[in-house]
């Protein structure tokens, strides 16, 4: 119960409204911190445009590993300066709502790179 009021608190936050950041919201919440794979249509998509609106709030900087990982979701705050201030005030929220409501970082994978 406690991880589906996050998911909705997430989920109705201005900006997620693409269904990979939907999807990202709810496996924070109820996947276990187990991988997430972009499917092969959202991985075409973030190789045509990774600044597309579609990702904005699922896949932040990306920082690709060397096990193929694309990026880590974890709404990790940042010092002041580093993210614009409201790009910064959104991940500390989300942060909170994470630690509140039993979110769990996960890395993120293209569909041929999950490890």
């Known amino acids: 119960m406690k991880n589906a ?8 936050a201005p900006g997620i409204d693409s269904a990979v950041e939907k999807r990202m919201v709810s ?3 109820f996947g276990n911190g187990q991988p997430f794979i972009l499917t092969s249509g959202e991985s075409a ?3 045509q445009n990774p600044l597309s609106s579609e990702f904005s709030f699922g896949i932040g900087r990306a920082n690709p590993g060397a096990n193929g990982r694309i990026d880590v979701y974890d709404f990790d705050p940042q010092p002041w300066g580093n993210r614009t201030n409201f790009a910064e005030v959104a991940t500390r929220g989300a942060n909170n709502i994470g630690n509140t409501f039993g979110g769990q970082a996960f890395d993120v994978f293209l569909p ?3 490890q």
Not at 5 to 12: D, H, K, N, P, Q
């Open 5 to 12: 009021v996050g998911a909705s608190i997430l989920t109705a």
């Open 27 to 29: 496996h924070f919440f």
């Open 45 to 47: 998509r973030y190789a």
């Open 112 to 114: 041929t790179n999950k």
